[in-house]
T-cell receptor, first 111, second 113 residues
Framework: GENVEQHPSTLSVQEGDSAVIKCTYS??????FPWYKQELGKRPQLIID?????GEKKDQRIAVTLNKTAKHFSLHITETQPEDSAVYFC??????????FGAGTQVVVTP | DADVTQTPRNRITKTGKRIMLECSQT?????MYWYRQDPGLGLRLIYY???????NKGEISDGYSVSRQAQAKFSLSLESAIPNQTALYFC????????????FGEGSWLTVV
């Protein structure tokens, strides 16, 4: 089955700096790659996603890049703010259409 | 949003007891899922259902069972709860096909003592 690895597990950044989280996957047939943000005590919520026919997608301060050849995709957060502190999960759709999640990255934005 | 509703939100139960977590959705989605979240282990799939007559095991189904009572309802049961089933449980839904966003319920905290 699909294997999703996410790095780093924790990330501490200064407010205003950029944060990058990377995920790798194993199934070359995977074609949908969402990112979820989970604030403390809340449910995961979709923040951005990308499909295999696109290499990059941006939404304000967040962007996702996909390298299908190398089977990895990354989340980029620019100009980080305290409200960006959360756990971020990458996910990959397997051949059955269900999502396989990475283990998560705890992002801490310090003032 | 309240489109995916889980009950109970919090429950403390004793080892060996049967416990049911219920999930209902108003999104009209065919697909429903139960995930378990433990610190550092992300979200692991317990069971999933792509329609009312379809039930599939996920990666950690041992010790759990499910029932899809209707398109909108999907319940998770622990027949004989054990302490290492203490976790945060999420129900989720999505539309059919690949590349559809998964929407999570608010979660159910289960503690087995």
């Amino acid at each position: 089955g699909e294997n999703v690895e996410q790095h780093p597990s924790t990330l501490s950044v200064q407010e205003g700096d950029s944060a990058v989280i990377k995920c790798t996957y194993s199934d070359s047939a995977s074609n949908y790659f969402p990112w979820y943000k989970q604030e403390l005590g809340k449910r995961p919520q979709l923040i951005i996603d990308i499909r295999s026919n696109v290499g990059e997608k941006k939404d304000q301060r967040i962007a996702v890049t996909l390298n299908k050849t190398a089977k990895h995709f990354s989340l980029h957060i620019t100009e980080t703010q305290p409200e960006d502190s959360a756990v971020y999960f990458c996910a990959v759709t397997d051949s059955w259409g269900k999502l396989q999640f990475g283990a998560g990255t705890q992002v801490v934005v310090t003032p | 949003d309240a489109d995916v509703t889980q009950t109970p939100r919090n429950r403390i139960t004793k080892t060996g007891k049967r416990i049911m977590l219920e999930c209902s959705q108003t999104k009209g989605h065919d697909r429903m899922y139960w995930y378990r979240q433990d610190p550092g282990l992300g979200l692991r799939l317990i069971y999933y259902s792509f329609d009312v007559k379809d039930i599939n095991k996920g990666e950690i189904s041992d010790g759990y069972s499910v029932s899809r009572q209707a398109q909108a309802k999907f319940s998770l049961s622990l027949e004989s709860a054990i302490p290492n089933q203490t976790a945060l449980y999420f129900c989720a839904t999505s539309g059919s096909g690949t590349g559809n966003t998964i929407y999570f319920g608010e979660g159910s905290w289960l503690t087995v003592v």
